[in-house]
């Protein structure tokens, strides 16, 4: 029973940071890559980063890299975002992924909504 959870998103203001986190059950979370996604209103899901078992980054998005950081723990079975400088087009629904025997999970997703 794959499960993944999402917290931490709210109303900031630009500039301002925000850190989400994605609570992951039911696999053995340690040996999977983990993935971040948003979906902001009327746009395409995109990929915002992903990482590998061991720590390693990939697969940032061009418009956050530098300003976001993805981490993981692999005692606690989360995965982080942390977010920096942000902008009012980062405003999305941010949702945690993981690959699982061929099956795809997402969370629930967590609003960032980033305004004055």
């Known amino acids: 029973q794959v499960h993944l959870v999402e917290s931490g998103g709210g109303l900031v203001q630009p500039g301002g940071s925000l850190t989400l986190s994605c609570a992951a059950s039911g696999f053995d979370f340690k040996h999977y890559n983990m993935h971040w996604y948003r979906q902001g209103s009327g746009k395409e899901r995109e990929l915002v980063a992903s990482?590998?078992?061991?720590?390693?980054?990939?697969n940032y998005l061009p418009s956050v890299n530098g300003r976001f950081t993805i981490s993981r723990d692999n005692v606690k079975n989360t995965v982080a975002l942390q977010m920096n400088s942000l902008r009012p087009d980062d405003t999305a629904l941010y949702y945690c992924f993981v690959i699982h025997d061929s099956n795809n999970y997402w969370g629930q997703g967590t609003q960032v909504t980033v305004s004055t």
């Open positions: 990482i590998n078992p061991w720590g390693t980054p990939f």
